[in-house]
Nanobody, 130 residues
Framework: QSQLVESGGGLVQPGGSLRLSCAASGFTLNEYAIGWFRQAPGKEREGVSCIISSGGYTNYVDSVKGRFTISRDNAKNTVYLEMNNLKPEDTAVYYC???????????????????????WGQGTQVTVSS
């Protein structure tokens, strides 16, 4: 079964760090653009970060710039989201999603939750609280 699986969430104090992983199984991740998303209770899902299939371009929502870093290790079929200086407002369920774009479109970095991604993970809870 082809799927994305997130891991690495947990409870952390404000100012702490977590590294989320998005691992692909059943398919090769290196042709997929990946986005990270989050959804807090009572709020809409929002795009947090994205990385193109080659890893050569990334983007972030303004609220996490300078604190979060997205990266990918195609040899391990995994994309990461390093989160530092976490704040209570970062508390949410975090999801990754992937889409295999046509070659002509592989420069696109997508973090629009309304986009039709090929795969979504099941989510991992991140709670930032003292």
């Amino acid at each position: 079964q082809s799927q994305l699986v997130e891991s690495g969430g947990g409870l952390v104090q404000p100012g702490g760090s977590l590294r989320l992983s998005c691992a692909a199984s059943g398919f090769t991740l290196n042709e997929y653009a990946i986005g990270w998303f989050r959804q807090a209770p009572g709020k809409e899902r929002e795009g947090v970060s994205c990385i193109i299939s080659s890893g050569g371009y990334t983007n972030y929502v303004d609220s996490v710039k300078g604190r979060f870093t997205i990266s990918r290790d195609n040899a391990k079929n995994t994309v990461y989201l390093e989160m530092n200086n976490l704040k209570p407002e970062d508390t949410a369920v975090y999801y990754c999603a992937g889409v295999r774009l046509a070659t002509i479109a592989r420069h696109l970095c997508l973090m629009d939750p309304s986009f039709e991604y090929d795969y979504w993970g099941q989510g991992t809870q991140v709670t930032v609280s003292s």
